[in-house]
């Protein structure tokens, strides 16, 4: 299912929005000092990588789909790219000062991923795990959406909001755990909506005929909003020290 991204690398880059610049300043008063490494896990075409140049250190992105790694490199050629997946991944023996992770934890082993990465932390080493939930800024509009969503498949259930601290508070292993959250309300045209849906994988987990049936929900109930809805893009960061 990690990989299941790589069939729209280009539309994935192209539709999913970044990470606001606030989370780096936020990593970087966490830190208190400079990163002198980073490692961004499933980095995917580098949407949070793009974000995390700002912090002027060098990257390596592990990424485990050839597709998105691929795009990756083109894009961002001043980071290092190892196609693997994080599991696999060895890192170096003297840890990395920054563990990144944006919107792929969920797709790393639960039963080892914290531990994975407390070990590839240098001490005082920091790891970051954020992701962006799209909701809606209008309640009928979200309301409308999950209907048809419904229609298609009713099991459908997003995680929690807190999820990610839970995991990591709940690994023991860490320290000074704390959590940030920020909000951005983008305008999306409804075709601009169908593509950003055709990225999730609740969407592209599903056969053909039930993605065209989930096209053809969304655009008969978004039609009565004026060909455009407002976006709630709330972006939610859990810092974590390997102390």
Same mark, same amino acid.
Request: charged residues 25%.
């Given at each position: 299912?990690?990989?299941?991204? /790589? ?8 539709? =999913? ?8 300043? &936020?990593? =970087? ?21 793009? *974000? ?23 894009? @961002? ?17 003297? /840890?990395? $000062?920054?563990? &990144?992770? *944006? ?15 407390? $070990?590839?932390?240098?001490?005082? /080493?920091? @790891?970051? +795990? ?36 839970? $995991?990591?508070? $709940?690994?023991?292993?860490? &320290? ?11 305008? @999306? ?24 049936? &989930? ?20 972006? +939610? ?7």
């Amino acid at each position: 299912m990690s990989r299941i991204f /790589g069939e729209v690398a280009a539309l994935y880059d192209e539709i =999913r929005p970044g990470y606001p610049a606030e989370l780096v300043t &936020a990593l =970087r008063e966490y830190r208190g000092r400079e990163f002198a490494s980073v490692v961004d896990i499933g980095a995917g075409t580098g949407k949070a990588t793009a *974000a995390l140049l700002a912090l002027a250190a060098p990257i390596t992105c592990v990424e485990p789909d050839p597709r998105m790694a691929a795009l990756l490199e083109v894009k @961002l050629p001043q980071v290092v790219v190892v196609n693997a997946a994080f599991e696999e991944w060895t890192p170096p023996a003297a /840890g990395v $000062d920054l563990i &990144a992770c *944006a919107t792929a934890w969920h797709w790393m082993d639960p039963a080892s991923r914290n531990r994975r990465a407390f $070990d590839a932390l240098a001490p005082g /080493g920091v @790891l970051a +795990v954020f992701h962006n939930r799209f909701e809606y800024a209008d309640a009928a509009v979200s309301e409308a959406i999950d209907a048809a969503l419904q229609a298609v498949d009713p099991t459908v259930e997003d995680r929690a909001v807190h999820w990610s601290l839970t $995991d990591v508070s $709940d690994s023991g292993l860490f &320290a000074d755990i704390e959590e940030r959250e920020w909000h951005r309300f983008p305008v @999306l045209t409804t075709q601009q909506y169908l593509q950003l849906m055709q990225t999730f994988s609740p969407f592209r987990r599903h056969s053909e005929r039930d993605q065209r049936a &989930a096209l053809a929900g969304l655009t008969e109930a978004l039609a009565r909003f004026g060909g455009a809805i407002t976006m709630d893009i709330r972006t +939610v960061l859990t810092l974590a020290r390997r102390s």
